[in-house]
């Protein structure tokens, strides 16, 4: 079980979130919607720990697998490296990496399917590849909650799939608690039990198919969506993109 009770954050005199509650338990894969700038990295740093509360309370496990955004990270390290950063928790403040850490980084680069980019230096990776490096990293930590923040960002198409089997693998272990932020509702419906929608004024959070609904994605983001049957598949979410709205300020 990973909590917030009663969560607030502020920055300045401007609060992201007051009085939030949320909870996911053991087993369960939980999607966090939110329109940019609305909290979901402020919430997810507050989940793991990162994030001071200013109010309310927190409760997690010790170990937990966190894949960040790839943006800054400090990049002169060999990408094998960096996976056995992971593995801080069993190595200690003063150890060094034995063969158990290189092994698990190894076996989780090839999860990911990046064991061919081991020895490269982390700073020549592209974008998509640094983000399956953290996830390798977040693997090879051995945790059972993973928490991803927007992962699936800078990945193709291809390696959005790749990263969306790499998760439904992990959530099929009813050991693991998967959180993941993102900017595709389809994601959300592929993969969570629940969804938790950063409304403007509060949390929306329920079962994908109470939650996920076309009005609630309006409400959202201010973007008519379509949930379509697709014959033999799972719905799909299609955003009217067409309807282009006049431009102006998009930040609510
Ligand atoms: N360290 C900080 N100092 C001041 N303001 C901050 C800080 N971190 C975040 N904020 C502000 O808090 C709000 C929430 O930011 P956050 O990064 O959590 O949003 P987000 O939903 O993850 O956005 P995105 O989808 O664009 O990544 C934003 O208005 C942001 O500018």
């Not at 959070?205 to 983001?221: F, M, Q, S």
Request: proline residues 6%; aromatic residues 4%; glycine residues 12%.
């Amino acid at each position: 079980m990973i909590r917030l009770d009663g969560a607030g954050v502020r920055f300045g005199a401007r609060w992201v979130f007051r009085g939030l509650d949320l909870s996911v338990k053991e087993g369960a894969c939980l999607a966090l919607l939110g329109p940019n700038g609305r909290g979901k990295t402020t919430l997810i740093r507050s989940l793991l720990g990162l994030q001071p509360l200013h109010e309310g309370g927190r409760a997690a496990p010790a170990l937990i697998g966190y894949v960040p955004q790839a943006g800054n990270l400090p990049a002169r390290y060999r990408v094998l490296d960096m996976v056995v950063m992971g593995r801080a928790r069993s190595i200690g403040v003063f150890g060094a990496p034995g063969r158990d850490d290189y092994d698990a980084a190894r076996s989780a680069l090839t999860r990911v399917g990046l064991a061919a980019l081991s020895e490269r230096s982390f700073s020549v990776l592209s974008g998509g590849e640094r983000q399956l490096v953290l996830v390798a990293r977040a693997i090879a930590t051995g945790a059972k909650t993973i928490v991803l923040d927007e992962s699936s960002s800078a990945l193709d198409l291809a390696n959005q799939n790749h990263l969306l089997a790499l998760i439904r693998d992990l959530t099929r272990d009813p050991a693991f608690t998967v959180i993941f932020s993102t900017h595709h509702p389809q994601h959300a419906l592929h993969l969570a039990d629940d969804v938790a929608m950063l409304m403007q004024g509060g949390i929306l959070r329920g079962p994908v198919d109470t939650v996920l609904t076309e009005e609630n994605l309006h409400k959202l983001y201010g973007v008519e969506v379509r949930r379509i049957p697709v014959p033999g598949g799972s719905d799909a979410l299609v955003p009217m993109l067409d309807r282009l709205p006049t431009p102006g300020n998009t930040f609510r």
